[in-house]
């Protein structure tokens, strides 16, 4: 099992800026993916950014230019800086972590989510 914690969330003005972080404890694979997913009420849960463990980034195209992905240099913890937000930018944001074992063999870990509000 993976725990995952979140912190970093809050309320911010449009135009302002929030740094999310997730720590992950627990049975992590050599081979893994971290990344930030964001999700509104009633919707899907979408990809916000993706970094893995030979950090290959991955970005949602509405995020791309704003937000930068990072991990620490053990691997455990994963950052999101959040610039320039905006409103569309409101959401519960859920941290992840994909074991890849081999194949199509994988398991996914969510944190508890963290809201991000971005108002006036």
């Known amino acids: 099992q993976v725990q995952l914690v979140e912190s970093g969330g809050g309320l911010v003005q449009p135009g302002g800026s929030l740094r999310l972080s997730c720590t992950a404890s627990?049975?992590?694979?050599?081979?893994?993916?971290m990344g930030w997913y964001r999700q509104d009420p009633g919707k899907q849960r979408d990809l916000v950014a993706t970094?893995?463990?030979?950090?290959?980034?991955n970005y949602a195209d509405s995020v791309k230019g704003r937000f930068t992905i990072s991990r620490n240099r053990a691997g455990t913890t994963v950052y999101l800086q959040m610039n320039n937000l905006n409103f569309e930018d409101t959401a519960v944001y859920y941290c992840?972590?994909?074991?890849?074992?081999?194949?199509?063999?994988?398991?996914?870990?969510w944190g508890q989510g963290t809201q991000v509000t971005v108002s006036s």
């Open positions: 970094i893995s463990s030979v950090k290959t980034i």
């Open positions: 992840n972590l994909r074991n890849i074992y081999g194949g199509t063999s994988k398991a996914d870990f």
């Open positions: 627990g049975r992590i694979h050599g081979i893994n993916v």
